[in-house]
DNA sequence: ATTTTCGAGATTTTT
DNA sequence: TCTCGAAAAT
């Protein structure tokens, strides 16, 4: 075929092998930058242009929404078919399936997928619901119960989960007395009240189908004829086992991974996967793919040495298919505000004298936190930027909002009552909440019913109240006859919210509500007549605003992590100091890879300039701040400085560092506790260890409280007895 | 007595 | 964006 030849001749030898390789298990090892998702999307096209493969019979996965975005629309280019098969991230395929299948486990059809702000709320009402005294908790405290949360998700749990009857789950969670029965039962039954499943559920409960009907297993497994991994390296346990199962069949599994692009470990990825994938699938053909075409050969001399200074590793180096460039530049200011001007400066030199967009242009860094000072230069430059983060967790309110009012015309929920009550205010503040919600607490009923049953009383005859129950009411009598956007665009407008935006002034959330209501017509255009508001609000759950696609010209700030995959002309490393990248909380050699892997994926997005910039000044604690160990790994040679550092600082940074690394040695020589050893756990009180957990560098503990013998728990939170 | 408003601070990473 | 605390507003 004339296409595909013109297609393929594009391609090197190792892509051509990787792109035609169409039977049984391939591991494809990829540098970054070496065209894995080009190769991934040739193969696509090549199944279905040439082998004859339905695009529907094909699972691609994905990591992240946007990369699906984009691996559609190259995939549709080659294939010219609207048909683009199963591209999908883990999760969203398992929305999929459950969108299908979870009637087999009597689950409702509709659920919403949480986020981690919807399992803080869960927690804090379960919290406040049982006198747990924990009413300061904080967002970190949170996450730790997440963590605690996950220790208790044995798969015999599920079965309490999915097969009782609400009203049991209840029950089980009000006689619960041991403070994990009371998380674990308590979050499963609000779970359960607002048809709610997290991340990690997604995939359990897709696979707990799989094991309870055979049926449903084998349809799917049939359909994958061919799967592909992207991004394998940072495959976790969970995604690992829904992979087995579904091409167990037809077992073609073709896998695409970096070891050296391993930043996900901390929530649960394991690079064994990729590294043992060959023993684990009999018969399995490696490819390397090691040539780079993304970046200039100078930049790449900088990253080779970077990532060479990790020990534990697969020793490669990336090989430029480039020509040379200019050297990755550094820039060392004295303060975190000069730093911010700085490159604001430059962006501005950039754009004026040699051309460059802004959207080519795109700001890089660890945490999130180093965004305001480079907010306050842009907006005083007047250089127009737009944040990019995998999680909203800056400004997707009102979508939520909005969301929230759909959701409570369907479901009545405890999660969006809270939301949506008292918003726009309604004089329904902290203590008649309160009151409502040990009022449902011992009624058993759900807070829109507690509120209907008080709405006559004194407490609540200053507030809106009333209005609020007919406002939903009323929707909720003619939800189904309405079509989802003119619903949404009714209700906003009617409860007030809007009007309170525009008050207040927030054009920019007016204009996101618009948006999300244009999303919506175009949404039930696709589905003709079912796009149904349940419907809807599935397709939704999973969109973060990293999928919005880029409108203007504008600067584009993001993290390190959420960079992965992408690639850019022009990127800006900034906050490049110790403390900062790499994180003042490492505490172990492995964690410190990691961290240079992150470096690495950072530095590698860059495709012509390269820009590593760090401030001076003081830590939290009062101490000397230095310049990132990453920049000196990144070897000084390779390294263009305009500025030449201050006197002694690079010596006086390598000694930092020195001392550093003494820490970390010593820290871990000293925590290793003998076997036997009896502990106390914050949370879970005594127990004694067992063995240690090399891979998550936790200790193995069996607790005096709970039955099970294999509990893992985390180093910080032990106590010597 | 309770809610609302306002300003300041937050310091990993997120499907 | 979320959470705090103090002060203003009903």
């Not at 999929?96 to 689950?107: F, G, K, R």
């Not at 963590?147 to 969670?173: A, G, N, R, V």
């Not at 109240?465 to 949404?488: C, N, Q, R, W």
Request: glycine fraction near 6%; proline fraction near 3%.
């Amino acid at each position: 075929m004339e296409i595909m030849e013109t297609l393929l001749g594009t391609l090197n030898p190792a892509q051509l092998e990787a792109v035609t390789a169409t039977e049984g298990y391939i591991r494809v090892i990829a540098g970054a930058g070496s065209g894995k998702t080009r190769a991934l999307s040739h193969r696509f096209a090549y199944l279905v242009n040439e082998v004859g493969i339905l695009p529907g019979n094909i699972l691609c996965v994905t990591f992240t929404n946007k990369a699906s975005q984009e691996m559609r629309q190259r995939i549709h280019a080659l294939t010219g078919d609207n048909d683009t098969g199963y591209i999908n991230t883990f999760h969203g395929f398992c929305v999929s399936i459950l969108q299908e299948d979870s009637y087999a486990v009597e689950y409702p059809k509709s659920f919403l997928v949480l986020d981690n702000a919807d399992i803080d709320t869960m927690l804090k009402v379960i919290y406040e619901e049982r006198g747990l005294g924990l009413r300061d908790m904080t967002f970190a405290k949170a996450r730790d119960m997440i963590e605690i949360q996950k220790l208790f998700k044995k798969p015999e749990y599920y079965l309490d989960m999915l097969t009782l009857p609400l009203e049991e789950l209840k029950q089980k969670y009000q006689k619960a007395e041991t403070l994990e029965d009371i998380i674990f039962y308590g979050y499963l039954y609000q779970e359960r009240k607002c048809f709610g499943l997290d991340y990690n559920d997604l995939i359990k409960v897709t696979l707990f189908i799989f094991s309870r009907s055979e049926e449903i297993r084998l349809k799917w497994q049939k359909r994958l004829e061919y799967i592909m991994i992207d991004e394998f390296q940072d495959i976790d346990g969970l995604q690992y086992e829904l992979m087995c199962v579904l091409s167990a069949y037809h077992k073609n599994l073709f896998v695409v991974g970096d070891p050296d692009q391993t930043i996900y470990t901390w929530r649960g990825a394991n690079i064994r996967y990729l590294l043992d994938f060959g023993e684990n699938f009999p018969g399995c053909r490696t490819i390397m793919m090691m040539l780079n075409y993304r970046s200039t050969a100078t930049i790449l001399r900088a990253v080779n040495s970077l990532i060479d200074k990790n020990q534990e590793r697969i020793r490669k180096s990336l090989i430029p298919a480039r020509e040379e460039g200019e050297k990755p530049v550094c820039h060392f200011a004295s303060n975190a505000e000069k730093e911010a001007a700085w490159i604001a400066q430059e962006v501005m030199r950039l754009k004026e004298k040699e051309g460059i967009p802004l959207k080519s242009i795109t700001i890089l860094y660890r945490a999130h936190y180093v965004t305001r000072s480079l907010e306050e230069a842009f907006i005083k430059e007047k250089i127009p930027y737009a944040i990019y983060s995998g999680t909203p967790f800056f400004g997707r309110k009102e979508i939520k909002d909005a969301l929230a009012y759909l959701r409570m015309i369907v479901y009545r929920d405890d999660l969006s009552f809270l939301r949506i009550a008292n918003e726009p205010k309604r004089n329904l503040g902290e203590q008649r909440i309160r009151y409502l919600q040990e009022y449902a607490a011992t009624k058993g009923c759900s807070l829109f019913e507690a509120l209907k049953e008080n709405q006559k009383e004194e407490l609540f005859a200053r507030t809106k109240a009333v209005e609020f129950i007919s406002l939903i009411e009323g929707y909720a009598e003619k939800y189904e006859t309405v079509p989802v956007s003119d619903l949404i665009g009714e209700i906003l407008s009617v409860s007030g919210y809007e009007n309170d935006l525009r008050i207040q002034g927030s054009q920019e959330r007016l204009d996101n509500l618009a948006e999300l209501k244009q999303s919506i017509r175009d949404y039930e255009l696709s589905c003709g007549e079912e796009g149904t508001l349940e419907q809807y609000v599935r397709h939704i759950a999973l969109f973060t605003n990293m999928d919005t696609p880029e409108k203007e010209d504008r600067l584009k700030l993001m993290t390190v992590h959420s960079a992965k995959g992408l690639e850019f002309p022009v990127v800006f490393l900034c906050g490049m100091n110790e403390g900062i990248f790499p994180s003042r909380k490492i505490r172990s050699i492995q964690a410190m890879e990691e961290e240079r892997r992150l470096a690495f994926v950072a530095m590698t997005r860059a495709r012509d300039h390269l820009y590593m910039t760090e401030a001076d000044g003081r830590n939290f604690d009062g101490s000397d701040r230095y310049p990132s160990r990453f920049i000196l790994d990144a070897g000084e040679e390779n390294l263009s400085f305009p500025l030449p550092p201050r006197e002694g600082l690079i010596q006086k940074t390598k000694e930092y560092v020195d001392s550093m690394n003494r820490h970390i040695l010593k820290d871990e020589n000293r925590i290793l506790l003998p076997e036997g050893q009896r502990i106390r756990h914050k949370i879970f009180g005594e127990g004694t260890i067992t063995g240690i957990d090399q891979e998550r560098e936790a200790y193995r503990i069996h607790f005096d409280r709970l039955d099970s013998e294999r509990n893992i728990a985390f180093r910080i939170a032990l106590e010597v007895l």
